[in-house]
């Protein structure tokens, strides 16, 4: 670290010498350069910076509330898309006409210089906060620095809702170009579909079905009718046979024995009464009157049995046996279910008999109504679909004219600083006189490279590498050293001099602005 510093201090004061040495040099070289510099400063003109922020509220109870109602668009990517096409071509033309600004110019090569210098000095740039947005611009006039800067805040603002209405409406006008379009040819395919159906009125369009399921279908139905139909016959034959075997009259010795056995059971019914209540008790009264019934009818019965024939003549009397009448009764509705499958058997048949009929066309006609379907359907949901659109169209145009999505915040309206920005022509005067003062300094350590002077023996003995055998001292007289302080006072003199030049021209030039 020492001989770091060292190192450094010997050459600092080797360079110090080496300038001191040519110092007449140095300071004419440095004085040229800082004329130079004047002029150039000279010429050019301060630039005053004007600024604004704007921020952009992209979040609205609207949206929440909206959604899935109409269309949305991301707000935030539009706003940082405007951002960044903001300081486009056509818009800094809009800028140049604006009157009040001053820029237009009648012809067209200056007009187009200067819309490309607007668009390279003009800067929108978005902070790190997102949605906040700084406008920027340097000119060399304050006043119309700031109105510029003004003007575009005005087409920032103005560009998203004129842009976003321009969407709205071209949006507009090309679903219902569309939709026209698809309702047109929905009716077309409608007409199509209608005529297609009355020319194979029969064929197609009765069921939903293709015509080999149809055939096989149908082929099933008829079979399991066929097979329901057997069982039916079968069914009814059986209950035709045991009706034949069967006797409708139940005989005169079994309806004795069924009045008996009636008997028998309301005697014990009696009994149990006679247990319980008295004589006069309603029930018991009842029962000895049912029981006096049954006991003629017994006797009745008994006579008819004794004087009746062993076997009665049929078909002359009502069937009383419940046998026989069950019988009947089942084979009534085995007749009624054999005559239903009857029908629908050949109902079935009929049918199929029609669409085996048509095996060479119904084919190709459900093909092609297949196809016409198929169109009708896609065109009518394309159709639906875009009356969908349309309406959530409608209504997110609504949305927009009854608030805005997106809302422009000026955080810090348009404003010119008072001091010119950096470099103005001061910090380049400032950086002028540092440079001047190094060029000088360089221009004397070149002179002494060219055209080298040793001034110490270990000097020349290191550019020789010979050994010294000696040296010769200088003794300077009086007139040499009051020579050496009068050029000493002359270089301080001219160097004070250009010094205080040079600081007169930053005066002045801080207190002339230069306007363009």
């Known amino acids: 670290m020492n001989n770091g510093v060292e190192a450094f201090l010997e050459t600092a004061q080797r360079i110090l010498r080496t300038a001191a040495k040519r110092r007449w040099l140095a300071l004419g070289v440095a004085a040229g350069f800082a004329l130079a510099c004047s002029f150039a400063i000279t010429e050019v003109a301060d630039r005053y910076e004007a600024k604004a922020r704007i921020y952009v509220d992209t979040q609205t109870v609207l949206k929440p509330l909206m959604a899935g109602l109409t269309f949305q668009p991301d707000i935030d990517q539009q706003v940082r898309m405007l951002a960044q096409t903001l300081i486009s071509r056509p818009n800094v033309e809009r800028l140049v006409r604006i009157p009040e600004l001053q820029l237009d110019v009648s012809d067209s090569a200056t007009r187009e210089e200067v819309v490309t210098r607007l668009m390279d000095k003009i800067k929108v ?84 079905q293709d015509y080999f399921t149809r055939v096989s279908t149908l082929t099933e139905v008829v079979s399991k009718l066929r097979a329901e139909l057997n069982a039916a016959e079968m069914s009814r034959d059986s209950y035709r046979r045991e009706l034949t075997a069967e006797d409708p009259q139940l005989p005169a010795v079994a309806a004795v024995v069924d009045v008996e056995a009636r008997l028998d059971a309301q005697r014990k019914q009696l009994d149990d009464l006679l247990r319980r209540y008295t004589e006069a008790h309603p029930d018991v009264i009842s029962a000895r009157r049912i029981i006096s019934q049954l006991e003629a009818d017994a006797g009745n019965r008994r006579e008819i049995a004794e004087h009746s024939p062993a076997r009665p003549g049929k078909g002359r009397k009502a069937a009383t046996s419940p046998v026989y009448q069950r019988l009947r009764i089942s084979l009534a509705e085995a007749e009624a279910q054999v005559a239903s499958l009857r029908s629908q058997l050949s109902t079935q048949q009929a049918q199929l ?56 915040r000026l955080v810090e309206p348009p404003r010119v600083s008072s001091t010119p920005a950096f470099p103005s022509r001061v910090h380049l005067g400032l950086i002028a006189m540092v440079v001047s003062m190094i060029a000088g300094i360089v221009a004397a350590l070149v002179a002494d490279r060219v055209r080298p002077t040793i001034e110490s023996a270990a000097a020349l003995q290191a550019f020789t590498r010979r050994p010294m055998l000696g040296s010769v001292s200088v003794m300077l007289t009086s007139q040499a050293l009051r ?27 801080a207190s002339n602005p230069i306007a363009r």
């Open 353 to 408: 008999d029609q669409v085996r009929a048509l095996a060479g066309r119904a084919p190709q006609v459900e093909a092609e109504l297949a196809q016409l379907n198929r169109d009708y359907d896609v065109i009518r949901k394309n159709y639906d679909l875009m009356v969908v659109r349309r309406e959530s169209a409608s209504l997110g145009v609504k949305l927009d004219e009854s608030s805005q999505l997106a809302e422009f």
């Open 125 to 208: 740039m978005p902070t790190s906060s997102g949605n906040l947005y700084e406008i920027s611009y340097r000119g060399s006039d304050p006043d119309r620095s700031q109105r510029l800067v003004e003007a575009i805040v005005n087409l920032f603002v103005n560009s998203g809702a004129d842009a976003k209405k321009r969407d709205s409406q071209d949006a507009g006008r090309f679903i219902d170009e569309q939709i026209r379009s698809y309702e047109k040819k929905l009716i077309e395919a409608e007409n199509r579909l209608k005529e297609f159906k009355m020319r194979n009125f029969g064929v197609s369009g009765v069921s939903t």
């Open 483 to 509: 020579q050496r302080r009068a050029d000493v006072v002359r270089f301080a003199i001219a160097a004070a001099t250009v010094l205080a030049m040079q600081s007169a021209w930053l005066a002045w030039i």
